[in-house]
DNA sequence: CCTTCTAGGCAAGGGCCCTGACTAGAATGG
DNA sequence: CCATTCTAGTCAGGGCCCTTGCCTAGAAGG
């Protein structure tokens, strides 16, 4: 059975998440604007303010309509309760990891970062995450507005994220910029439900979307690490392991032309860090080398022939200095694709994440109602 | 608004949106049978049936419950009307033509099929769809119970499909079997409804998932023409363009290590038919070269990096053969993945075609209800 | 022929939403 | 300063949908 069963409580529960959804828009409506806004008679729309009232998702907030509006009586202006709570969206990242704690509004109620000295050791970055998750709790805290915990956490990891779990994965001879942590772990107990965890390139092109009115690209993440989001039908896809877009393995065009696995690429220019896994995201901006836009290439006629996306976003500090050549390349192809930039420069993940969390405690509030 | 408008009439259409359903999985059920089946009460199943015979959606079939079950009085068997329709699914394929006319339960009304002499040419192949569907015409006809034309057509092509318009595409350097055809111009008078067009791989990937409860995997057809079909959260991801997995220019390993794309790996083994731009599959059954299964690990490790798929499946008339190799060489890679064959062995295409129409005629019925 | 058992119908009731009219209450303007 | 005007919110009536419970129809079994 799909559809829900029909029944006078479905009606209800849809008035009420009506009115909700309302206020979420809005933040704060009279009975009367709330009749308007949602379509149901005045009548109706009182009562399902009286409903939520009761239930603890509705205030009066004490404000009156003002009278310049006109002449008329005026109203009282109702919106979300405090209790509906806040989402916590987390970004760990080898510089450090920024916490946000949201209300359902979208405001921000408090931010803390905590930052992690390079390299990054994943004992650290599992610190510099308590740390900048206590801290929120003590803004919020002392904000004294909101009590309990955030409902739910949705974090960002510089890493493959493990679909199922939420860990993050190492895989063979790719870039492992965090280490082995586990968030979900990590956040248990400071947060009242459940933790999401994705890829931060996953984020950084939910946060394109939600900017563009796009379903159909990739987002291809050029910095220390390498990634790719695929945008499939409007939403991100995950695969089935939440490994799709990890494409160190994908095998692309060598420095001789010889077939090569992308990571490789760097591997024999010499511009991976010693020690380390990562790119030598300095060394490579030196250089420029041909041979690096020409594998790139490679790899976006990999997601051009097997994804068709409308367009390639290139993210990530050398991507975006290269984006001009990479663009050029791309027109070369059988199959040429649209190249730019990301349009949010600004914590691309974090914004993504934010917005994800904030869909998500949204859902929870009309769901926990009916 | 995401949400239907709260009202009465939307849980009437919602009562008996749930009969109608009821009806699909069913066949023929009596009101009592009715009311446990879906949930509702009595009564409400029974005025449904009323509302529903009414606007001529439901009849009595005059079959009453055989006195075998039991004692008690007799009911009365409704089922879905004739005039509820009929759906097409076409599959044209370089072989000929194969049409099918399906009711809402899913039963084969009629099947006409029209071939095509090799080679096939554009207007043979346009020719051989017109034939095929006059004669399932015909044949409905003589059969006497349906009346009017199908009230929709899917129709599965073997070579890309525009997405936007149905069209047949010419990808530059790829193979191309049929020619510039329009189903959707070809089909226009025959039904009175849209037309779907896909590439035949994705309606086999269809096929292939409604056998299996995968979410994610990727269908790697190769036969004279390559395909992939992605599968990601349970649905065929089709691309901008419609052009996903559309793969004979992907980069993968050439035979001599060198960076090539996947089809000119073909051309320089001299495995594609002379005048044609098609793989010539009797030439390659015969040399099974293991340059091919290198070439096709290459695709398998792009779908793997990009997508992260459960499972590769393997259709196509020398993929089946080489399966083994294919598997044995994915085990080689860094990120090893589960390759098997197809499931669906008969009319793959034609099968996922049929379950999308016979899906998209239920979908029409009800939503011409509501 | 009577009992038993099920299909279907009828009546009453509760709940949800709607319309239309009414009341409350503040600003405007003479 | 008071009547007018205009809007917020409530009230009463009514229609519709679904449900429960009971009743009738009607065939099989003993």
Not at 67 to 94: D, E, F, M, N
Not at 135 to 164: C, F, Q, T
Not at 251 to 266: K, R, S
Request: charged share 25%.
């Amino acid at each position: 059975m799909d559809p829900a069963k029909p029944s006078q409580v479905l009606l209800r529960s849809l008035t009420d998440e009506h009115v909700l959804r309302a206020l979420m828009r809005h933040r704060r409506l009279t009975r009367a604007e709330l009749s308007t806004e949602t379509g149901v008679s005045k009548p109706t729309a009182g009562e399902s303010v009286r409903r939520l009232t009761e239930a603890g998702l509705v205030v009066d907030t004490g404000e009156r309509t003002p009278g310049g509006r006109g002449k008329g009586r005026v109203g009282s202006y109702y919106s979300l309760a405090p209790q509906v709570g806040t989402a916590l969206a987390v970004s760990i990242a080898p510089e450090g990891v920024v916490a946000e704690c949201v209300d359902a509004y979208g405001d921000l109620v408090a931010r803390a970062q905590a930052d992690v000295g390079r390299p990054a050791r994943p004992d650290d970055v599992a610190a510099a995450l308590v740390e900048a998750v206590e801290n929120i709790e003590a803004l919020v805290k002392a904000g004294g507005m909101i009590e309990g915990r955030p409902r739910l956490a949705v974090v960002s990891a510089a890493d493959p994220v493990d679909r199922h779990t939420g860990r993050l994965l190492q895989l063979p001879d790719a870039p492992f910029l965090l280490g082995e942590i586990d968030p979900v772990a990590v956040l248990g107990g400071h947060v009242d439900g459940p933790v999401h965890v994705d890829n931060d390139v996953n984020w950084a092109a939910e946060a394109e979307r939600a900017a563009n009115p796009l379903d159909d690209f990739a987002y291809v993440f050029l910095d220390e690490g390498l990634g790719c989001a695929i945008v499939s039908d409007g939403e991100v896809r995950r695969g089935h392991h939440g490994l799709s877009g990890e494409v160190a393995h994908l095998i692309t065009v060598g420095p001789q032309g010889q077939a090569m696995p992308l990571i490789e690429v760097f591997g024999v220019l010499g511009l991976r860090r010693a020690g380390s896994t990562a790119i030598d995201v300095d060394r490579l901006r030196d250089q420029r080398p041909p041979a690096v836009v020409t594998a790139v290439g490679g790899l976006i006629a990999a997601v051009t022939t097997l994804i068709d996306p409308e367009l390639i976003v290139i993210g990530g500090r050398w991507g975006t200095e290269l984006v001009d050549e990479i663009a050029a390349e791309s027109a070369q192809h059988p199959r040429p694709v649209r190249v730019r930039q990301a349009a949010v420069e600004n914590e691309p993940s974090l914004t993504g994440a934010r917005a994800d969390a904030l869909q998500r405690l949204r859902e929870l509030i009309i769901r926990t109602e009916a």
